[in-house]
């Protein structure tokens, strides 16, 4: 029998966010889950992709860091997008997560 051990167990209520853009024709869909896990950072979904990345607010200022993380080839794109990105989660990501 194969042993294991169990890390963590957690069931918790979630605040969910749908964003979507056009940019140039450019379609960029993504779910936003803010979480009392990851030490407050947001878990950010490419609908697209499937692509996910643990995001906090100060990687929205770090265009060509979050390129990569995103996958985003353009740079004018992943400029726009930072901003909008910053418009839609602003609110939420600057404050810390509430456990629930």
């Known amino acids: 029998?194969?042993?294991?051990?169990?890390?963590?167990?957690?069931?918790?209520?979630?605040?969910v966010?749908?964003?979507?853009?056009?940019?140039?024709?450019?379609?960029?869909?993504?779910?936003?889950?803010?979480?009392?896990?990851?030490f407050g950072k947001i878990l950010l979904i490419c609908m697209h992709t499937g692509r996910?990345?643990?995001?906090?607010?100060?990687?929205?200022?770090d265009i060509t860091n979050l390129s990569g993380m995103l996958h985003v080839d353009d740079e004018e794109d992943m400029a726009i997008l930072a901003e909008f990105l910053k418009e839609s989660l602003g609110m939420y990501a600057a404050r810390p997560p509430v456990k629930l």
């Open 1 to 15: 029998m194969t042993m294991y051990r169990e890390l963590y167990n957690v069931h918790e209520k979630t605040d």
């Open 17 to 38: 966010q749908f964003v979507g853009v056009d940019i140039a024709g450019d379609r960029y869909d993504f779910a936003v889950l803010y979480t009392s896990m990851f």
């Open 52 to 61: 996910q990345v643990l995001l906090e607010y100060d990687h929205l200022d």
